[in-house]
């Protein structure tokens, strides 16, 4: 089973908005909406962000936005801060031999 | 406070088992499908297993599929990884993470801090 693709890396300056893209087939992101983002910083466990496309977790500043359009899911941070400088994930329900699987992560650098 | 602990992990050699727990606390543990997902020194995040709230429904990644069985005891608020025929591949830190909801729908809004699997001779 591939893993989702994302990009590598994406950087943006503090008070700009950017997009992690995530695409997939009709067997995962394309088919179905449990597609979840996790941020996750040095050293530290993941952090749910986005769950279902588009649902903010309580909790979960709402400069981070998700959606979806066709075989791929996106996740927006608006008014950028030093602190959503982390690597970020997406994972995706799928009906292929593995059920679940997550993109290759993107790194996010503030510049 | 909501809390999931990781423990068993250890150094073990190729083809040999381990057996990892995660106590859970905090929360009804028997409302929730849990997983374990595993990250290799320096890669990404990979879903390894899952389980549904009353363990009627599990999942596994082609990559550990007949070898690593995931299980429950709700009356202990203990998820179990029983992993068997250890490769080197296997090698990463194993975290404990909880669903949203009773099925298996990949928004994990709890997680352990992990628990460390070398497997080398």
């Known amino acids: 089973q591939s893993a989702l693709t994302q990009p590598a890396s994406v950087s943006g300056s503090p008070g700009q908005s950017i997009t992690i893209s995530c695409t997939g087939t009709?067997?995962?992101?394309?088919?179905?909406?449990?597609i979840s983002w996790y941020q996750q910083h040095p050293g530290q466990a993941p952090k749910l962000m986005i769950y279902?496309?588009?649902n903010r977790p309580s909790g979960v500043s709402n400069r981070f936005s998700g959606s979806k359009s066709g075989y791929t899911a996106s996740l927006t941070i608006s008014g950028l801060q030093a602190v959503d400088e982390a690597d970020y994930y997406c994972?995706?329900?799928?009906?292929?031999?593995?059920?679940?699987?997550f993109g290759g992560g993107t790194k996010l650098t503030v510049l | 406070e909501v809390q999931l602990v990781e423990s068993g992990g250890g150094k073990v050699q190729p083809g040999r088992s381990l057996r990892l727990s995660c106590a859970a606390s905090g929360f009804t543990f028997d409302e929730y499908a849990m997983h374990w997902v595993r990250q290799a020194p320096g890669k990404a995040l990979e879903w390894v297993a899952g389980?549904?709230?009353?363990?009627?429904?599990?999942g596994y990644a082609d990559s550990v599929k007949g070898r690593f069985t995931i299980s429950r005891d709700n009356a202990e608020s203990s998820l179990f990884l029983q992993m068997n025929s250890l490769r080197a591949e296997d090698t990463a830190l194993y975290y404990c993470a909880k669903d949203r909801r009773h099925s298996l729908t990949y928004g994990m809004d709890v997680w352990g801090q992990g628990t460390t699997v070398t497997v080398s001779s």
């Open positions: 389980i549904s709230w009353t363990s009627g429904s599990t």
């Open positions: 009709d067997s995962d992101v394309g088919g179905y909406n449990y």
């Open positions: 279902d496309v588009r």
């Open positions: 994972i995706s329900y799928s009906t292929s031999t593995t059920p679940a699987v």
